[in-house]
């Protein structure tokens, strides 16, 4: 199929039809001719595709008389929203749907020999398969042996029969190579040539009728070759080598089974085929061909491309850098300077080699990175952070990352990826950095930077899939039109024919090969060792099995035996190339399989974080609804983690943003409106505030921090729309946001908050618990509590941070561990709280964050001041019977939560006074149990045997 996708990541249901029956009136026609195509209406079942009778729309290219040289339909449109002037007419008195058409103006070309077309709905969703073919001329020549646009092997001295026929009387001319080697005299309808090969041609027939009117089919022979079968010397491995003693060799391997032979073409050799450059098989793995290039020039650059016997040409895809018959010259000089140019005469992608290249001068070798609990993510997308979408345009933003005190960075992909304006995800090759954000030295010099003032380097990385311009694919794919491209074959040893979950996109993996695993091996080397990022955020990783089906959701969304087991292996291969290397799955998954990679080596200080996506309940809270709202799973012990490894979000790449919602959908109270710009962006403070100040590992979106507000389904004509997820948005700095004082407002605040987790070590803490949404004690909703506690620590050891999330000003208990003396961390004034129930008046949309003062000032402990006391007989608890004593609990509630603050059960008091006996089945660990009442809280350890 004809198509190349930009700006894809997208989960896309199409849905196939069988070939659809058409005309073509008339039939035959030069390209000059105006043609009506027409299809009858129940050829397009309208209901099962949505649509209704004029949305139907012609997705379309064309090729040359040699039926190569495929371009798409000018007025195509992007394959999520095609153009209307590709829609075709509804006729409502035939039922029939038509288009009429010029091809020389339809495709803005001449010298077209064929088109192919396929009907689509206009998002890309629905679609008619397989592709539809159709001849352009007066003049058809059907090459019946060898087939047009073949390759054919014979050896040497052997004879091939050429067989030909035409609709029309007609002369024949045979070249190879472009000499004429037969020709007839007498016009006929038919051809039968034996022709005898001696080397290996492009042969070309033309037939020429009685009015002159051409067409001509193409074929090649081959002649076999010997390869010789040589051990692979110890310096080379797939890809491009460079020997350090002698700049003047190369040495290039190509794993490529099923392959009888392989040429190396390039720059070095005029891009022929040559004896020369044929490579040799590894004597221990025959299907590992390689070749040392000699007599090069240091400093030199060089291209080149792989030339299997089938006619495949390929890059070689373990290229650090690859140009881009398609993507460079939209590429500008101020972002890539220098760019090289794209061989004159090649097609497809090419690699590049240089020997002697000096080594990038790192000027922090020694970064110390974050520990993983500690992690402040900074998630961006180069292409809409800065309006010069490049390195150095990034480089110049690095003190507004810094002063907002994150401490890492995690780009979307940024390895190479089809088109220039994407979000990456559509990968084609994992090894090499893509250029329309600049060079690899000013990407070196990006991550040097942020070593330098403190920040960690994450890469997204998309092994689930790759696109079909892959070297991967394309060497072992179904080509039917000779465009280079086509599905998977059943003998590619990389991917599944058939998707094996039900998320796929391109082409999908199949990790259990070891080919795929030593190519996602190798990657994870190349971006670790060569450019000293930090760590990978794993992309789609309910991708990684081979036990489901691309339309079973219930499997793919289910534990998987194989996905944990293949996780565990990347992990260990990951981390023996980088011990201390971030490794960040998006799974989204169930908690059981989770939990195998976030517990995986923790013994070891390892284990693997997990995205753990609270959205949709931070949103209800900002936008001020209390249904759905509780986002106690920010806790990391309700996944059943050993460690803080949940990294929490409410905003990334793949989730509306948050002020969008409140903008549009945000509740109104009165005069409070929380649609009201300057309402929604204080709002957004106090997300910050229940974000930032709850343990462990946190995401942001880029420009959450100055409320931006654009859709993520934003199109570039300010409409919104699903076809426009993947589009352009607007630039906050472009939009002058960092210099608007309401929206700097928030991000001021949010730094100051990360400064005050940053600057006490209680925020470290494994012991805390959240109430969001507590309806219990708070019977309007929306009001939060988070509690962070550490009593091993001196100073600062209790933060209790409360929130009001509801539309109108509410009295807030706080619910403190103690009385005494608490400090506002947001302005470091001092309250003296005689009562732990005290409560303390917060506006809609306002926040506290208190902190234990630790200073000179006495505290009032809360246990001897109103003589309430809670103890715990027997402990350690034995036999399962737990015997709790209290006094002076008026209206008291207790609660038993594990340490990693996980509520295992809460029960009401029915006395002040008194002995309350309970049976639990916990497994033998410390406990702890809160006692709250109006007379204040009291908390103990419960041990179990």
Known sequence: MKKFYSLVYLLIAVFAFGQINYTIAPNPFNETDAITLTVPGDQIDESAWGVSNNSIYIWSWSFDTNYQNSQDCPTNGSWNNSNDLNKLNYNSGTDTYSLTMTPTAFFGRTGIGRFGFLLKDKTGSHQTSPDIF??????????????????????????????????VNATFQLKANGTVVNSTSTPSQSYNYSYTVTQDANMELIATDTNSNSKNAVFILQTPRTVISEAIPNWIRQGINYLPSDQTKV??????????????????????????????????????????????????????QYRTNDLKKVADPYSPQILSSYDDQWISSSTYPNLPAFPAGQDFEVSVFKTGQAPYNWQMTNFQRPAKENLMVYELLLRDFTQEKNWQSLIN????????????????????????????????????????????????????????????????????????????????????????????????????????????????????????????????????????????RWDLTKGFTQNCSENDE????????????????????????????????????????????????????????????????????????????????????????????????????????????????GAVNGSYNVTNLNTALERMKTFGATFFTIPGPKMIWQFGELGYEFSINRCANGTISSGCRTDEKPVAFTLGY???????????????????????????????????????????????????????????????VLANYT??????????????????????????????????????????????????????????ANKLSLQIADNPVKNGLVKLIYHKAKNGEIAIFDMGGKKLDSFKLNQENGTYELKVGYPPSTYLVHLRSETGTAIQKMMIK
């Open 397 to 536: 933003k690095i003190s507004y990352l810094k002063n907002l005190n994150i401490n890492a960075i995690e780009l979307l992909p940024i390895m190479e990826f089809e088109g220039n304006l994407s979000w990456g995800y559509n990968t084609s090759f994992h090894y090499a950095l893509d250029k329309a954000y600049g060079t690899p030295e000013k990407f070196k010099e990006f991550v040097d930077l942020c070593h330098q003032n403190g920040i960690a380097v994450i890469l997204d990385i998309a092994f689930n899939h790759a696109t079909g311009r892959s070297p991967l694919a394309r060497l072992w794919n179904i080509d039917p039109d000779g465009d280079g491209y086509g599905g998977i074959a059943a003998n590619n040893p990389y991917f599944n024919q058939v998707p094996k979950h039900s998320y796929n996109v391109f082409n999908d993996f199949n990790h259990t090969s070891p080919s795929t695993q030593y190519y996602v091996e190798r990657s994870l080397q190349q971006w670790l060792t060569e450019y000293h990022i930090d760590g990978f």
């Open 554 to 665: 219930v499997c793919t969304n289910a534990y998987q035996q194989d996905r944990v087991d293949i996780m565990k292996q990347y992990a260990d291969k990951q981390w023996a190339i980088d011990p201390n290397s971030y490794m960040i799955f998006e799974h989204l998954g169930t908690d059981a399989e989770e939990q195998q990679w976030a517990n995986y080596r923790i013994a070891e200080g390892k284990g693997v974080m997990l995205w753990n996506k609270q959205t949709d309940p931070y949103n209800q809270n900002t936008m001020g609804y209390k249904d759905n709202s509780n986002y106690d799973r920010m806790n990391h012990s309700l996944h059943g983690f050993t460690n803080m490894s949940a990294v929490g979000y409410g905003e990334s790449h793949d989730e509306e943003r948050l002020m969008f919602k409140n903008l549009a959908y």
């Open 134 to 167: 159709v001849n352009v001329g007066i003049l058809n020549l059907s090459l019946t042996n060898p087939v047009a646009n073949s390759l054919t092997t014979v050896p040497a001295g052997n004879s091939v029969n050429i067989t030909a026929t035409t609709n």
């Open 251 to 304: 040495g290039l391997a190509l794993y490529a089974p099923h392959k009888n032979f392989v040429h190396v073409i390039g720059s070095f050799n005029n891009w022929a085929v040559n004896d020369t450059y044929l490579m040799k098989r590894d004597t221990t793995n025959p299907d590992l061909y390689w070749i040392e290039l000699n007599g090069l020039t240091p400093q030199q650059l060089y291209t080149f």
């Open 738 to 800: 960092d210099t608007n004082a309401n929206r700097k407002a928030v991000y001021d605040t949010w730094a100051k908050i990360i400064n005050i987790r940053n600057s006490h070590q209680v925020f470290k803490s494994k012991t805390y618990t959240i109430e969001s949404n507590n309806l219990t004690n708070d019977p309007e909703g929306l009001i939060t509590r988070i509690y962070v506690y550490d009593n091993a620590i001196s100073g600062m050891k209790n933060v209790v």
């Open 807 to 864: 539309t109108s000003a509410q009295n807030v208990v706080p619910y403190f561990p103690y009385a005494g003396q608490w400090q506002n961390l947001m302005d470091n004034t001092i309250s003296n709280f005689a009562s732990t129930t005290t409560p303390i008046m917060l506006q809609p949309g306002e926040f506290r964050i208190f902190g234990n003062y630790s200073g000179a000032l006495s505290t009032i402990d809360v246990n001897v």
